[in-house]
């Protein structure tokens, strides 16, 4: 391979700097600490025509320890079930200890940036951050920043200015030089068509920045058909940031084990990582004790142990389940598999033309002979938010228990079960920035103990003879076999990402985006929002005059632009409005108006009839 050097002779161009003087300006200022001046050798560099002089640095700086060989991370084990982060791990590049982790804002939210990379404190909550009466397990992984220089820091030194940057006092808003590669440029989403009431309130939030985000989630960097990537399929699933993605390959380059079973170094660390994962899904839920937090699949599977496991020794014949209009399929075939098998009878709590629960018409249905009520609290299809506090309070008047499917509220809204005083709550890992293939059940604790296995097989046995099993208490009773260790190790990361952000930021954020787009579509003749509820998660549900779902979801997908279209596994509450199926853009808080910008116009240029270079 032939490798031609450019030296400070070369023909370059006009006006180009000195490649030489850039080399060693480079080298001395990657060499130097953020607001720290340069060694003496770099001093002055010839750029251009000008000299560009830099200060001389009053002491040495240390170098930071290389990267150690096959990974980013270098992690020493101190003793119990920690592991220590060396203070910087970029070669060559020191962290930037200017900058400090502010304290945290009213809403528990680090008041500096909570993102990936964003700030210089630890990823993951803290010990004075979590429940007193939670204890918290450290995970192995402790993701901190690069430690690069600062705009700031990078201006000074072109521009021959030695002074050290001064650090914005801490408050709720983030300074724009604590983000990780980002530009100078407003960070907030440009909403100029929303009516000026909407533009206030998109920028009510100015801690919020939906650019440093999307930075986070390498897969919106895709393009489709040429064309940028815009994920509006997230109440189907939700794409991972890139703390999920490094601490899988983590786990499995470092910790991947069978757990509970084994006295080997390798055991211990995926024992640690995944008993983790169920104390952080603990405190996000606001649960009592992890022993109220069980693995598995899915909210699907996590509906079928509840089924399998109470409903078989609670239901029976005569009995009565109550369910709502509302639910996807996978809140309403268990029951009725469970009520064709003891004799049940499942009723349905009906909806109004918004598509919100009538509770007046709830209140009917309870009677002596209700053991379980059964609701999402954010519906999947229309995205009405459920009154579920007052769901629960009334069945538990009438002397039933409450299953709470959160699939698709527990990535937009904060979830507290003491305070809801559920039973059981339910959700998917992958709805909520995590792995597919993991989810939780919350159960009471005295409730829990009472239940019989649902599955039989390692790891949920004490001791077993040919005549007799004894089984573990909850929740190893529940995870018979080896589990999804790695994806639950992930769903601990994406709990800590977005606890990091704060759901209140994210729920504040996507009413804002989801009031600007309720605002775009239904300017649009002929399309038809189905699901209006004034209480309402980021879904938008609609169909479109003259058009079949299918093909309004291929225009979008020409574009870049993903939707759903179809029943949604709901078909029950499409049929309650007179259809069999709806296009369903959904939104997260990496979405942006631009994004609903591109959606309207498809979606206009398909309401006109009209073709763009015969696309449509």
Known sequence: MTIQTLTSNSPVGDGLPDIAGLTKLANAFFTALPGQSVPDEASSVQLSDAPVTLAPQAEPVQAAPSLPVGGLHDFSRTGGSSYSVPPAYAAGVPQLSAVQPSAPTAGGAPASS?????????????????????????DRVQPQSFGLP?????????????????VAATSTALPTNHFYLIDSLSQEPRIEKAPQSDLQAAKRNSAFDVNAIRRDFPILS??????????????????KPQSVIDRLAYFYAHENSNIHRAAHELAARATDAYEAARSKVANFLGARSTEEIIFVRGATEAIN???????????????????????HHANIVPWQLLAAAVGAKIRVIPVDDSGQILLDEYRKLLNNRTKLVSVT????????????????????AAGAKVLIDGAQAVSHLPVNVQALD??????????????????????????LETLPPWQGGGNMIADVTFEKTLYQPAPNRFEAGTGN?????????AIDYVQQIGLHNIARYEHDLLVYATHALSAIPGLRLIGTAENKASVLSFVLAGYRTEEVGSALNREGI????????????????????????????????????????????????KSSAGRY
């Open 222 to 239: 895709e393009r489709v058909n040429g064309k940028p990537l815009i994920w509006l399929d997230n109440a189907a699933t939700t794409h």
């Open 305 to 327: 142990l509840v089924a399998n496991t109470w409903g078989r020794q609670n239901v029976g014949a005569g009995d009565e389940i109550i369910v709502s209009n509302l639910e």
């Open 562 to 609: 993903a939707v759903r279209s179809g029943h949604h596994c709901a078909q029950p509450i499409l049929r309650r409005f007179g259809v069999e199926a709806t296009v369903r853009p959904s939104l997260a808080f990496y979405n942006t108006c631009e994004e609903i910008d591109a959606l309207a116009a498809v979606l206009s240029q398909l309401a006109r009839g």
């Open 422 to 447: 559920t039973d059981f709550y339910v959700f998917s890992g992958h709805k909520v920035f995590g792995p597919t293939g993991i989810g939780v059940v919350y159960g009471k604790r005295d409730i």
């Open 114 to 138: 909570g993102y990936y990379f964003l700030n210089e404190g630890n990823a993951f909550p803290s010990k004075s951050e979590s429940p007193a009466n939670l204890p918290v397990i450290e």
């Open 377 to 396: 609290q954010v519906s999947n299809a229309l995205g009405t938010v459920t009154p579920v506090q007052e769901i629960i309070a009334l069945a538990h």
């Open 485 to 493: 260790i790695a994806d639950a190790v992930g769903l601990g990361a």
């Open 150 to 166: 600062g705009e700031a820091d990078i201006l000074a030194l072109l521009s021959g200015d030695s002074r050290k940057p001064v």
